[in-house]
C-alpha cells in the first residue's frame, strides 16, 4: 500500500474564500481521487485525477468550485473555491493501486473543513 | 444512479462472537467488493475485497459475494472490541469508480 499525506490536517476558514488541499504519495501513481465525506456521512467522489489529463467529474461538482491539479504522479491538490458553510466536511484524497481486478483505492488522513 | 444499501446500526456483538455485516447494490455491472473499516475520525483502511462468487478468507475476515442476489458481507470471525468502527461496503464500476454505502457501525462488547 501507499503512504499518503494531505495538508491541512484541518483549517478553519471565513465563507467566500478558497482553501487548497494538498495530497502527497511517497509512490507514483496512476489514479488519485477525491472524496468528500459531510458529518454522519459516507463518502462521496468528487473527482478522479489523472496525470497529463483534466479531472473527471461527477455529477453534482463542477471544476469552477473544486478546481484541481495533478501535476506529477505523486501529487495532486483540491481547491474548495468560494467556500460556504456547506463545504464544512472531511475531504479524502485516495489512490488508485493497480491490481489484476483493477484499482484498489488507499486512502490519506483526511483534511477537517470547518466554514463559518 | 448506483445503490448501496447497508443497515446503519449499530450492531452489538458480544467480544469472541461472530459478527455479520450485509450489502446489497443495485449495479449488475460492479465488478468487484471492497469492504473497508473506518474508526471515529480516522479515514477509511482497507479490509480485504472479493470479486468471485463465494466466500474469500483473510485472518478473522470473510467475504461472501452472491452476485445473483446482488448481495456481499463481511464476516468478522472472534470479535474483538478492536474492530468497534463503521464498516463500509464499496462496489466498484468499471474496474476505478468506487460507491460507498452509508455503513454499518459495529460495536463488540467486553
Known amino acids: 500500500s501507499a503512504v499518503i499525506s494531505q495538508k491541512p490536517s484541518r483549517d478553519i476558514c471565513q465563507r467566500g474564500t478558497s482553501l487548497t488541499i494538498q495530497c502527497q504519495v511517497d509512490s507514483q501513481v496512476t489514479m488519485m481521487f477525491w472524496y468528500r465525506q459531510q458529518p454522519g456521512q459516507s463518502l462521496t467522489l468528487i473527482a478522479t485525477?489523472?496525470?497529463?489529463?483534466?479531472?473527471?467529474?461527477e455529477s453534482g461538482f463542477v471544476i469552477d468550485k473544486f478546481p484541481i491539479s495533478r501535476p506529477n504522479l505523486t501529487f495532486s491538490t483540491l481547491t474548495v473555491s468560494n467556500m460556504s458553510p456547506e463545504d464544512s466536511s472531511i475531504y479524502l484524497c485516495s489512490v488508485g493501486t493497480g491490481g489484476t481486478v483493477g484499482e484498489t483505492q488507499y486512502f490519506g488522513p483526511g483534511t477537517r473543513l470547518l466554514v463559518l | 444512479q448506483k445503490e448501496v444499501e447497508q443497515n446503519s446500526g449499530p450492531l452489538s456483538v458480544p467480544e469472541g462472537a461472530i459478527a455479520s455485516l450485509n450489502c446489497t447494490y443495485s449495479d449488475r455491472g460492479s465488478q468487484s467488493f471492497f469492504w473497508y473499516r473506518q474508526y471515529s475520525g480516522k479515514s477509511p483502511e482497507l479490509i480485504m475485497f472479493i470479486y468471485s462468487n463465494g466466500d474469500k478468507e483473510d485472518g478473522r475476515f470473510t467475504a461472501q459475494l452472491n452476485k445473483a442476489s446482488q448481495y456481499v458481507s463481511l464476516l468478522i470471525r472472534d470479535s474483538q472490541p478492536s474492530d468497534s468502527a463503521t464498516y463500509l461496503c464499496?462496489?466498484?464500476?468499471?474496474?476505478?469508480?468506487?460507491?460507498f454505502g452509508s455503513g454499518t457501525k459495529l460495536n463488540v462488547k467486553p
Open positions: 464499496a462496489p466498484t464500476y468499471n474496474f476505478n469508480k468506487f460507491y
Open positions: 485525477a489523472n496525470q497529463g489529463s483534466e479531472a473527471t467529474y
